[in-house]
Each structure stands twice: as C-alpha cells, then as structure tokens.
C-alpha cells in the first residue's frame, strides 16, 4: 500500500544510484543531498535538482534557509524550555516522557547516580519559542515542501507533540542518546495522513563525535511493512496500513529491529541552521556521540499532505532507544 510515486521523479540512474528494483539508491553527488537557499533569489524554493534528489533518496539538507540570528534565538529560547521543564513551571504537556526508555521516565538520573535531572525532550516547544515558531513556519519552508509533497500541505498545531525539541548527549543520565530503526509513517500506520515529511532544524553540526543521522536513500520508494515486530513488544492495531511507501517492491532485508548496519545505509551530516527534510516512508536511525563532551541539539516536527480530517492520536513507539 501507500501513495503513488509522484510521476516527475526519475528512476534512479548512474549519478544517483543503481535503478534497479528493490536496490536502495546511492547518491553520487558531493554533499549528500545539500542544496543552498537564498531568501532573497526571486524563487528561493526552486533551487535546481533538489526535488529531483528529494524523490528519489527521500531527503534533502536546506543550507542557507534561516538566518543566524533567529538559530541563536531558537538555541536561547528552546534551553530556558528545557529549564523550564525541569523546574516545573511550564504546563506537564511540554515535559516529554513517552519517547524514553522505561527507566528514564521517573528518574532523570540513571541508577546510583546523583544530580540535578535531565531533560532530554521539550514537547510544543513553539508555544514557549517564538523563533521555532518563525522557523517552523518559514514561508520558504513551506513552499519547498509544498513542491514535494502537493500544494496542501499542513501540520497537527497544537495536537500529538508538537514541534519537539531534542537535547542528545551520551551520559547515563540521558534518557536520549540513539534511537534505532524506523520510518515516521510506522509511528501511526492507521491513518490516512501519508504522505508527509519530517523537518529538523539543527541547533549544532552533527559528526561521528556528537552523533549524526543514518539513512538509507531510496528506502522511502520501497513498500516497507508496519512494525508488526519491533523491539518494544507494542501492538499494531488491527486498522494499520500493513505496508507504506511509493512503490510496491519488497525491501530487500528486514528493518533492523535496533542499530544494526543495513545494506546502502549513508551518514547524513548537517551544520548549524541546517534544515533537514526527511519523507516519512525514508528508513532512518541515529547514532550515538562517540565524545563525552558533546550535544546534539535540534528542532524537529513534521508536515503531510493526507487527509488531515483522518487524524487521530496515535504513537506507535517501535524503535529502540
């Protein structure tokens, strides 16, 4: 099952992978997927061959996007949230527990540790930011992902999770330091909001040090089944799509049920004020900080362009933290 393949996007070829049925694609290109945007050019969003790339590897990185100034508000705005959360003077619907592990949710610090708590997630965090609101909302934005996806596009405002806002770090006293294999549509295969796509606004640059994120390119064109097994032992219902994406071919291994390598896996790697769009059929992980030191800090929510009146609350939590 699944949307159709728009049918302006080419089957992949000697520059951008193997074309063959059931092979992820690889991008042959340097950069991986990174495409410049001018505000001030007379059509920002039409920046030559970053549709093309986003239909056939299912993400693209926007560098240029957002000015640095309103990154820096964002990183001010989003850290006094999370502070915010700590000390419980925000309403308890912006304190996130449902994507951490078991252990993390009523005890910030991990076993026989002392010290102030941690928070690793800031739900509807633009309803505390106005800079994530400004950027979520960027009129470029928009225009890009209507290009991608289909001229109604929309997001929850105001129901699921919001725009969240995530704080990484590698110590035991973070409840978020990797998450494991899936593709967005898996998290609620009931509904009829498919097609969409995911932004992530990047407050720090991702690398092997902080940790980056992990795709699969060409994976969002296969018909990836609903997480009936996943490592959370959570049940699908019984209305769940049993495959999603824009094609029919099978995917040529399993998704991993946690970290594993897969076959055609790429590091994407982003800089500050990045904004990265993912589809929501792309397999996709994070990876762990190798550095002790480090954060990886970012903005993300997502945009479809479904039939916004079948949404329903749904969180279908299969990938390993």
Request: negative net charge; hydrophobic residues 35%; contains cysteine.
């Amino acid at each position: 099952m699944g949307s159709p393949i728009p049918p302006q996007v080419p089957a992949a070829g000697p520059d951008g992978g193997s074309g063959v049925r059931g092979v992820p694609s690889m991008p042959g290109m340097t950069g991986l997927g990174v495409f410049t945007v001018n505000p001030s050019d007379p059509d920002p969003a039409a920046a030559p061959g970053l549709a093309e790339f986003y239909h056939q590897h299912g993400f693209v990185v926007l560098r240029g996007l957002l000015p640095a100034a309103l990154v820096d508000s964002i990183e001010d705005e989003c850290a006094a949230a999370q502070r915010a959360v700590l000390a419980g003077t925000v309403p308890q619907r912006h304190g996130s527990t449902q994507y951490l592990d078991a252990r993390h949710v009523d005890r910030p610090n991990g076993p026989g540790e002392s010290g102030p708590g941690y928070v690793n997630y800031v739900e509807h965090v633009e309803e505390l930011s106005p800079a994530v609101r400004t950027a979520a909302t960027d009129p470029v934005l928009l225009e890009v992902l209507r290009r991608l996806l289909g001229n109604d596009v929309w997001a929850l405002d105001g129901s699921g999770s919001g725009v969240v806002y995530q704080d990484a770090r590698p110590g035991r006293e973070s409840g978020y330091t990797r998450i494991g294999w899936h593709s967005d549509w898996q998290a609620m295969p009931s509904l009829d909001v498919w097609p969409g796509a995911a932004f992530t606004i990047h407050v720090d640059a991702t690398s092997p040090a902080n940790g980056f994120l992990r795709v699969v390119p060409g994976s969002h064109r296969w018909a990836t089944p609903a997480p009936y097994r996943n490592i959370n032992n959570v049940a699908v219902p019984a209305d769940a799509r049993p495959t999603g994406g824009y094609g029919n071919a099978e995917p040529p291994c399993s998704m991993p049920l946690g970290f594993e390598k897969v076959p055609g896996e790429i590091a994407v790697y982003a800089e500050r004020g990045d904004v990265l769009l993912h589809d929501a059929y792309l397999w996709h992980s994070a990876a762990r900080a190798t550095a002790d030191d480090t954060t990886r800090r970012h903005v993300r929510s997502g945009y479809y362009a479904g039939d916004r009146a079948s949404y329903r609350e749904q969180f279908i939590k299969n990938a390993a933290r």
